[in-house]
């Protein structure tokens, strides 16, 4: 009888612990890097970023991108498996990928798509002269650009008002 | 002289292959939920969430929050570990949990504080009406307030306009 009332009791505890599953099954819990460097320190919000770029004086990478888009998958590849760019934008920037566009206009220079690689200066200033290879869509890169990209990160490293 | 040949070009390969681990040791991958909840899909951004609540009609719930204020982290362990609340949100609302601040001063009806919940209704309208047991920060919560807490879920539930 004891035993039975037990093992009722151990029952309604498991059950009372157990954690929340969905119905449709168990999630795989989403990570910030969303594969574009698991290593690496992704701000969530634009105004995050802003504010650490500011606070660390370290340029901003904001890349916008897409999970179903082929282009934007193909990038991620090389770029995440692409150690000289890890390694340069965890020391030396504050990184930020976003699937949602922002309010502020100054992220589309010439319009909105992906993948799309937007260079934020810590003075605030959007870095509109640092493009890629396409006239039509200047901030796009493909696999093959990433030498360009590289030269690219670069360039954004060199802060356009150096402190003293 | 083959077999040091072999091992030399295996060494190499290893090496280029490595992944990027950063100075300070291999890093554990941000999630967006933050501890506050596995299984629920969590929208990165405001912009994003309000998207997804517009799309799905389903009232949004915006968390503010960090990781070093104890109100937060106690908040965080009753809500992340209450079935029926994670059921509910999972279920019947968009989720957003923010560290830092947007730019939109609705989000913060009596200021900026931690932890902080404010509901948003899909037809964009922030709901300043569901407030906690606080007059001087009235969508703050505490873990005795849950029995509340979950009332003002049920009472974001009730959209403002209803379908027909």
Redesign the interface.
């Known amino acids: 009888m004891i035993k039975a009332a037990l093992s009722v009791l151990l029952v309604l505890v498991a059950v009372s612990s ?5 119905k449709s099954g ?2 795989i ?5 969303r594969g574009w ?3 690496l ?2 701000a ?5 970023a802003l ?1 650490w770029a500011r606070l660390r004086n370290k340029p901003l990478m904001v890349l916008f991108h897409l999970e179903d888009c082929p282009h934007s998958l193909e990038f991620k590849k090389v770029f995440s ?1 692409d ?1 000289g760019i ?2 340069t934008l ?1 020391e030396d920037f504050i990184v930020l990928n ?6 502020d206009k100054h992220l589309s220079p010439d319009g909105q798509y992906v993948p799309r690689v937007i260079f934020v200066d810590p003075t605030m200033t959007v870095r509109a002269d640092i493009i890629g290879r396409y006239s039509n869509r200047m901030y796009a890169y493909e696999p093959a650009d990433l030498k360009l990209f590289k030269s690219n990160i670069e360039k954004a490293k060199k802060l356009l008002k150096s402190e003293l």
Chains 1, 2 share one sequence.
Do not use: V
């Open positions: 157990a954690k929340y599953i969905p168990k999630r819990p989403q990570t910030l890097s460097g698991d290593q320190i992704w969530q919000t634009y105004e995050e504010y498996e150690n890890q390694r965890d976003l699937m949602y566009e922002t309010t």
